[in-house]
């Protein structure tokens, strides 16, 4: 590469390779753009190295523990069952390398250009790259931002030694014998839900009435049920003020009820939201992208600021701070880029919470869709009316489908129970294609599936269900 002031042409900057940048990336070289990318750190983002991906690895690797401790539900015995954390890291090493390897491939094979280091802007249409070794200059016709977001760190709970953020949880060289979790949202307690089953004693203090708060209580409940069961102690109401650590504990103090309490830890994991990468040293402000209060860049329908050339996505735009809505917004901007009409439409973005129960929802509650002047109906179906899942020994959950009682259109699903994640897709197809609950019970699903749920459901809710009752008028 040419080092000084001489700039490069480029038709595509994009500043960050998650899961936003790297999809962004591949769909513009595929419309015929000349595509370089940057990040400072590894390729994957967030989601692929310290998110998403080692997590879910990590808590497979938990659920496979706990179901080998209880080998006997089913018949079997088994002995001298353990442990060994290195190899579990290892493990989700193995997995977080096969991914991120992946992305590499990926972008080489699309001839996307690939830069390891910082971006700064120094005018709307060109940026320096830098890292120790090089400085390139490029000119852009357009620029994508999808530098993603960073676990917010709390004044009273400063990230180091025995305070962590989710980063360093996930990378414990040690499985510990206590840890108290500061957020019930889902990446505390997914994380917390997985050292518990590892044999953590594990206590979240959550500020409001319930975990999970994104969810309906009734799924969340579900999930606390789990928890106790593994020994969590949950603490809601709680306000957590600051703590003290030595080289071997923490003790956090917090208040619940007005009464000042304490609880002494292995390690304290903080886990109250993300925070959006739009301040350091971008330069964002020397070319005038509106930047709000939060920290997230204001766009419109197809992800571009007020800088007509220049576009965000992801978690530094306002909205759910998801992968896959990042993903979503990346071929918009990509394609908006190229010249078609691409807009986006956020009426089915999937949620999910891995915990156990998995929790996922999909279009509108109830509730949501009755403000938006439905006559909405919602049915729920019990996961026990179903063969598969009862073989699963996941008895305990249920489906919930919101439909328009005028029109039969499903408006949104809420899903709790073994698979939720895999099972929700179907229900945003629905919706996306304005598929009626006529259509779901008329498709023949294959048995015994946990996808039966989703036609008993709709069946449910026209009023003929045949594997469980009809509800009472």
Known sequence: MVVGDASLDIDLLIIGAGPGGYVAAIRAAQLGQKVIIADKGKFGGVCLNVGCIPSKALINAAHHYESMQHAADFGLSAENIGVD?????????????????????LLKANKVQMFNGEVMFINENEARLFNDQEAPR???????????????????????????????????????????????????????????????????????????????????????????????????????????????????????????KSVTADYLLVTVGRRPNTDGELGLDLIGVNVGERGLIEVDEQCRTNIKHIFAIGDIVPGAALAHKASYEAKVAAEAIAGLPSKVDYKCIPAVAFSDPECASVGYTEKEAKEKGHNAKSSKFPFGGNGRAVTLNGADGFMKLIHDADTGLVLGAQIAGVEASNMIAELGLAIEMGATIEDIALTIHAHPTLGEITMDTAELAMGHPIHTLAPKA
């Open 85 to 105: 954390f290195g190899k579990v890291q290892e493990y989700k090493s193995s997995v977080v390398n096969k991914m991120t390897g992946g992305v590499e491939m």
């Open 138 to 260: 490029y000119r852009f016709k357009n620029c994508i931002i999808a530098t993603g977001s960073r676990p917010i760190e709390l004044k009273p709970f400063p990230f180091g030694g025995r305070i962590l953020s989710s980063t360093e949880a996930l990378s414990l060289p040690e499985l510990p014998k206590s840890l108290v979790v500061i957020g019930g949202g889902y990446i505390g307690i997914e994380l917390g839900q997985m050292y518990a089953k590892f044999g953590t004693k594990v206590t979240v203090l959550e500020g409001a009435d319930t975990i999970l708060p994104g969810f309906d209580k009734d799924m969340s409940q579900l999930v606390v049920k789990k928890l106790k069961k593994s020994g969590v102690e949950i603490v809601n109401g709680a306000l957590a003020k600051g703590a003290e650590q030595s080289d071997k504990e923490v003790t956090v103090t917090y208040e619940v009820g007005g009464e000042q």
